[in-house]
C-alpha cells in the first residue's frame, strides 16, 4: 500500500503540472487505432468470461435463473449475435447490473466478467469511430481544457467528466505516464480518520471473573476455585504501512486450591501474578493478531496436609505429605506458573480474535464489500499508527472518479475521533451506492423505496431527514405517486465551503403523477448547528432548480418547466415529503466493547475549501 502512496501523493501538484504539457503533446503518437483482430480478441475474452458465469450460476438452476434475469442475460447475448457492431446499450444495462451490492457479485466470475464486458465496450466505442484518431486526440484536448478550468474553479460536474475521460484513455492501454501524473495531481487521498488510542482504550474492561480449574501437577490432580482480577491496557505501535496496537493484560490469580496424591489431599491457597501482551495489526488486505505471549510467576501456600478419609496411618501420611510438598514447592511453582502462562494465553487469544473477527466483518460489510462487488474498491487504502492514535487515509475514487487536488487541512488535536472528507470523497461514494438508482413512493403511507441496498448510516440519515408538512397540506391536493432516478455516475454532489454544505440532486428523470421531467439539479444550502451532542443541518432559502446543461440562461421552455418542478416540490414538502428542511446526525452510539464508552458527541463540523473537518468526543 505504501508503494501507491506515491503514485498517489509523490511528486508535487507544481512538478505534475510542469510534466503535463510536454505528456500532452506526446500522447497522440502513443495512440494506435483498435484493430479487427484486437476487437476480436476482446470479443473472445467476453465470450469466455459469459461462458464461465453461465457455468457458475447454473442456467438451469432455479438460483441460474435469478442470476441470468437479473443480468438481462437474453438481451447481452442477442446484442452480441446481431450484425454489424454491437447495441452499447444494452450492454451498458448489464455491465450496470454487475456493479451493485447484490450478494455474490464480488466474486471472481462476477468481477471478470465485468472487465471482460467493460473492455469490449471501450474498444467497441472507439472502433465505431470514422476517424478513431481524430477522436482520440479530441478526448485529449478537451481532457486538457478541463483540467485547466479545474485547476482555476473545480466543480464536481468537471470532476466527473475528467474522470471519464482519463478512465477511457487507460482503459486503450495508451498514453500510461499521462495517466499517471494526472492522478498524482488529481487523486490525492481524500478521506481521513483518527481515533485516539484512549478511546480504544475504554473497550478495555477490567478482569474480574471466576472459574474453576483443573490441573495435575508433579502427579498431584488439583482443582482450584480461581478468582482473576486485573486490567487490559492499550498502545499504539508507531507504523507507516499498517495500524499495530498493543493489547497488556496484567492481573493476579488468587485460588484456593484441593490436591490429590494418592492416600494424601493437599490444601493450599495460591498467588500468580501474570503480564501478557498481544499485538492486533489492521490493513486493508487483512486484520491479524500474534500469538499472545505471557508470564507468570505463582507462590503457594500450604494449608494442610491429610489423609484422605482419616484413620489409621494419618500421622504418617501428613508427614510425608508435608516433606515431599515442601521439596517439591518450587518445582511445583514453576510448573503451575508455565500452565497459567498457557490458560492466559488461550483466553486472551480466544477473546481478543473474536473482537478482531468482528471488527474485520465489519470493515469488510459496511464498506469494503459493496465497493468490491461494484468493482470500485479504491486502489489506495493506507492504515497507521503513532504513540496517540490509529489512522486511516483513504484515496476514495475509482478509474473514473478523482480525488483531492491538494492536501488536507491539519488534524484536530485533542479529540476521541476525527474526520477529514474532501468533497470529492463523499460524492465518488454516493456515486458508486446511488448512481442510476431509483427512489419511489407508491402510497401515502410508506416511506420513499430504494431499489438499491444502502448503507445503514445512510438509512439512518434518510430516516432523521425532517421535512414538516405545513398547517394545511391539503392545499397542495392529493397525493401523487412519485419515483426518482438519479442519474448515472453522478446522483448526489456536495461542496463543503463558507461554514455551509451545499447539497445537490441529480435528477436523470422524475415522475411525479402524470408530470414527468428530465435532467434536472435541485440544490439546498445547509447550515450545520451543534445540537444536543449531534449535528443539525437546516436548509437555507429556497431550492435552486436548474437544469442539467444549464449555461447560464433558461430558454422559456426551461422557464415552464421549472415552474412546473416547483409546484411539484413544494406540494410534496406541504404534504411533509418533499427535500428534507433539515438532516440531524445524532451522537455516536459505539458497538461492542466501546458501549462502555458511551456516545461520541460532536464538538467540531467545520466545512471550508472543499473539507469537512468534524471531531467527536466522550460525553462528559
Request: hydrophobic letters at 35%; a negative charge.
Amino acid at each position: 500500500m505504501l508503494s501507491l502512496a506515491g503514485m498517489l501523493c509523490g511528486p508535487n501538484a507544481a512538478h505534475a503540472q510542469e510534466d503535463l504539457p510536454g505528456l500532452f503533446e506526446k500522447a497522440p503518437a502513443s495512440f494506435t487505432p483498435v484493430t479487427d483482430k484486437e476487437l476480436a480478441d476482446a470479443r473472445a475474452d467476453l465470450d469466455a468470461r459469459m461462458k464461465a458465469v453461465e457455468q457458475f450460476v447454473r442456467p438451469s438452476s432455479e438460483n441460474g435463473k435469478k442470476w441470468l434475469k437479473y443480468l438481462r442475460w437474453d438481451d447481452l447475448k442477442n446484442a452480441l449475435a446481431a450484425e454489424g457492431a454491437p447495441d452499447l446499450r444494452a450492454l451498458a444495462t448489464t455491465y450496470q447490473r454487475l456493479n451493485r451490492d447484490e450478494n455474490g457479485l464480488e466474486l471472481s466470475a462476477f468481477r471478470r466478467l465485468a472487465d471482460a464486458l467493460q473492455r469490449f465496450m471501450q474498444l467497441s466505442r472507439i472502433a465505431q469511430q470514422p476517424d478513431q484518431a481524430k477522436y482520440f486526440g479530441s478526448q485529449l484536448d478537451r481532457l486538457r481544457t478541463q483540467l485547466d478550468e479545474y485547476r482555476g474553479t473545480p466543480t464536481d460536474a468537471t470532476a466527473v467528466e475528467i474522470g471519464s475521460r482519463l478512465a477511457f484513455i487507460e482503459g486503450l492501454n495508451t498514453a500510461p505516464d499521462l495517466v499517471a501524473a494526472v492522478r498524482r495531481e488529481f487523486v490525492r487521498p481524500n478521506a481521513f480518520m483518527d481515533i485516539a488510542t484512549e478511546l480504544i482504550a475504554e473497550g478495555a474492561e477490567p478482569i474480574n471473573r471466576r472459574e474453576p480449574v483443573r490441573d495435575c501437577i508433579l502427579g498431584t490432580s488439583i482443582r482450584s476455585d480461581a478468582h482473576t482480577t486485573g486490567s487490559v491496557g492499550v498502545a499504539t505501535i508507531p507504523s507507516d504501512d499498517k495500524a499495530v496496537i498493543e493489547f497488556i493484560s496484567e492481573g493476579r490469580t488468587n485460588s484456593r486450591n484441593v490436591g490429590n496424591n494418592g492416600p494424601a489431599v493437599i490444601r493450599s491457597t495460591a498467588n500468580t501474578d501474570f503480564t501478557a501482551t498481544k499485538r492486533v495489526e489492521l490493513s486493508d488486505a487483512e486484520f491479524s493478531a500474534t500469538a499472545s505471549r505471557s508470564h507468570a510467576t505463582t507462590d503457594t501456600h500450604f494449608q494442610s496436609v491429610s489423609k484422605r478419609g482419616g484413620g489409621l496411618g494419618s500421622r504418617l501420611v501428613s508427614n510425608i505429605g508435608w516433606k515431599r510438598a515442601h521439596q517439591n514447592e518450587r518445582r511445583a511453582e514453576s510448573i503451575a506458573a508455565d500452565h497459567a502462562e498457557d490458560r492466559i494465553d488461550r483466553r486472551f487469544n480466544d477473546e481478543l480474535n473474536e473482537e478482531v473477527q468482528k471488527a474485520r466483518e465489519r470493515y469488510e460489510n459496511d464498506y469494503r464489500r459493496p465497493l468490491e462487488r461494484r468493482g470500485a474498491v479504491p486502489k489506495h487504502i493506507r492504515f497507521s499508527s503513532d504513540k496517540d492514535s490509529v489512522n486511516l487515509e483513504v484515496a476514495q475514487a475509482s478509474a473514473s472518479q478523482l480525488g483531492a487536488a491538494g492536501a488536507p487541512p491539519d488534524a484536530p488535536s485533542g479529540h476521541d475521533m476525527s474526520m477529514r472528507l474532501h468533497d470529492s470523497a463523499v460524492n465518488n461514494y454516493s456515486a458508486n451506492l446511488l448512481g442510476g438508482a431509483t427512489a419511489s413512493q407508491t402510497e401515502p403511507d410508506e416511506d420513499l423505496k430504494f431499489d438499491v441496498k444502502l448503507p445503514d448510516w445512510m438509512k439512518d440519515a434518510w430516516k432523521n431527514r425532517k421535512t414538516e408538512a405545513t398547517d394545511s397540506p391539503a392545499d397542495a391536493g392529493p397525493f401523487k405517486p412519485y419515483s426518482l432516478r438519479f442519474r448515472d455516475g453522478r446522483p448526489l454532489s456536495v461542496d463543503f465551503a463558507d461554514g455551509k454544505v451545499k447539497l445537490t440532486i441529480h435528477i436523470s428523470r422524475l415522475k411525479s403523477g402524470e408530470e414527468t421531467f428530465a435532467n434536472w439539479d435541485v440544490t439546498g444550502i445547509y447550515i450545520p448547528e451543534l445540537s444536543d451532542g449531534g449535528i443539525l443541518l437546516r436548509r437555507d432559502g429556497d431550492l435552486v432548480m436548474l437544469p442539467a446543461d444549464f449555461k447560464g440562461s433558461l430558454s422559456s421552455r426551461q422557464v415552464a418547466e421549472r415552474s412546473n418542478l416547483e409546484k411539484e416540490l413544494n406540494a410534496r414538502s406541504a404534504q411533509g415529503r418533499g427535500f428534507p428542511k433539515t438532516v440531524e446526525f445524532e451522537a455516536l452510539q459505539p458497538e461492542d466493547n466501546l458501549k462502555t464508552a458511551g456516545p461520541l458527541e460532536y464538538n467540531q463540523f467545520n466545512s471550508d475549501g472543499g473539507w469537512l473537518t468534524v471531531a467527536w468526543d466522550r460525553r462528559k
